[in-house]
């Protein structure tokens, strides 16, 4: 069955734009998480959704936000984009319950560049 | 701050075991330990996990101390292929997922 599906795979933006990034999980998977992997910080979880609903929420500020749509795809946005917003956004879905409760299938990553 | 703590690299000859730990002090009691991998520029893979009892799968062993405060990835033979990053993940019972700062494993022939 097909996997974890990030797009774009790269993405270039520049101060103060806004980005869309998509995630279409494994089918049949309820749950999806999004993540923030960067060098400095590594690997920092950033929201989860599950049945169109935020379960949790990381420490980010507010220019992050997501959402989750009826066929279980999930959108993450990110506005007035910083330098430091550079970094690898992974996105995972398992079968249901909350990130990390069952066993997560990642996608490959969305890496976006802001410049 | 909840945090966990893993040595920043590790070498392992090709066949031998390689033992990787984690400490995890902040994990909640109620919650699972996970450990994933990542290899350069992939998404990270599923491994193992367990909650107090050892736990042994296709790919990996897992012990968890009884005070479950850390635990220790087994790869029984590594292989080069299991030359990776490997990251131990867990909750805090505030809900929040944290992640190790990950362990350079290089299985070295």
């Known amino acids: 069955k097909a996997g974890v599906t990030q797009t774009p795979r790269y993405l270039i933006k520049t101060r103060g734009q806004q980005v869309t990034l998509s995630c279409s999980p494994i089918s049949g998977h309820r749950s999806v998480s999004w993540y923030q992997q960067t060098p400095g910080q590594g690997l920092q979880f950033l929201f989860e959704y599950f049945s169109e609903t935020q379960r949790n929420k990381g420490n980010f500020p507010g220019r992050f936000s997501g959402r989750q749509f009826s066929n279980s795809r999930s959108e993450m946005n990110v506005s007035t984009l910083e330098l430091g917003d550079s970094a690898l956004y992974l996105c995972?879905?398992?079968?249901?319950?909350?990130?990390?409760?069952?066993?997560?299938?990642f996608g490959q990553g969305t890496r976006l560049t802001v410049v | 701050d909840a945090k966990t703590t893993q040595p920043t690299s590790m070498d392992c000859a090709e066949g031998r075991a390689a033992n990787l730990p984690c400490n995890h002090s902040?994990?909640?009691?109620?919650?699972?330990v996970y450990w994933y991998r990542q290899i350069h520029s992939q998404g990270p893979q599923y491994i193992i996990h367990?909650?107090?009892n050892n736990e042994t799968n296709e790919m990996a062993s897992l012990i968890i101390t009884e005070d479950r405060k850390s635990s220790t990835l087994i790869l029984p033979h590594a292989t080069l292929r299991d030359t990776a990053v490997y990251y131990c993940?867990?909750?805090?019972?505030?809900?929040?997922?944290?992640f190790g700062p990950g362990t350079s494993l290089s299985v070295i022939p």
């Open positions: 993940i867990g909750k805090t019972s505030y809900d929040k997922v944290i």
């Open positions: 367990g909650l107090k």
């Open positions: 902040t994990i909640s009691g109620n919650e699972y």
């Open positions: 995972a879905s398992s079968l249901d319950g909350q990130a990390l409760r069952t066993e997560a299938f």
